[in-house]
């Protein structure tokens, strides 16, 4: 089945600098990766996916690359905000697979230092 | 997402007790999942279901119980709590027709 390694498991960047968490991912035929945010006490949000017919996207202060011959996608956040302090979690989706298809990572905490 | 419910959001029961942990949604979609979040260890799924009558087991299924009431209900029990089974619970729903999952705001629970 799918497996997912995210790292790094933590992360503490400076407010105003960048970060960047990356998910390496086994099976080929995985062909969808959302990112979700999960704040203290709430659930995970998506806050970004991308398809595999893609190698890029952008929203904002926020990207998604995604390197299919390598298996591995990385979210990059830019000019981070203390309001980007929570975990994330990186997943991959394989129509069909195990697990109704969806992976996800172990997430990441991502500290924001003021 | 207000579109998926969790009942109760906090727990605290003793070793042996029999729960159930509720969850709803007004999203419409067909399928739906429970998983158990314990730190280090990332989202792990119990069970999910494709709609009511068709219920499959996850990663972790031992020890719990599922049931699908209707389209926008599913429940999970735990039979016989142990503390082992300390953790946050989520559920979570997808439409069939694409991939994105949506959760629910969890439910924090502790065995003693």
């Known amino acids: 089945g799918e497996n997912v390694e995210q790292h790094p498991s933590t992360l503490s960047v400076q407010e105003g600098d960048s970060a960047v968490i990356k998910c390496t991912y086994s099976?080929?035929?995985?062909?969808?990766f959302p990112w979700y945010k999960q704040e203290l006490g709430k659930g995970p949000q998506l806050i970004i996916d991308?398809?595999?017919?893609?190698g890029e996207k952008k929203d904002q202060r926020i990207a998604v690359t995604l390197n299919k011959t390598a298996k591995h996608f990385s979210l990059h956040i830019t000019e981070t905000q203390p309001e980007d302090s929570a975990v994330y979690f990186c997943?991959?989706?394989?129509?069909?697979?195990?697990?109704?298809?969806?992976?996800f990572g172990k997430g990441t905490h991502l500290i924001i230092q003021p | 997402d207000a579109d998926v419910t969790q009942t109760p959001r906090n727990r605290i029961t003793k070793t042996g007790k029999r729960i159930m942990l509720e969850c709803s949604q007004t999203?419409?979609?067909?399928?739906m999942y429970w998983y158990r979040q314990d730190p280090g260890l990332g989202l792990r799924l119990i069970y999910y279901s494709f709609d009511v009558k068709d219920i499959n087991k996850g990663e972790i299924s031992d020890g719990y119980s599922v049931s699908r009431q209707a389209q926008a209900k599913f429940s999970l029990s735990l039979e016989s709590a142990i503390p082992n089974q300390t953790a946050l619970y989520f559920c979570a729903t997808r439409d069939s027709r694409a991939e994105t999952q949506y959760f629910g705001p969890g439910t924090r629970l502790l065995v003693l």
């Open positions: 991308i398809r595999s017919n893609v």
């Open positions: 999203k419409g979609h067909d399928r």
């Open positions: 997943a991959a989706f394989v129509a069909g697979g195990g697990a109704d298809g969806l992976t």
């Open positions: 099976d080929s035929a995985s062909n969808y």
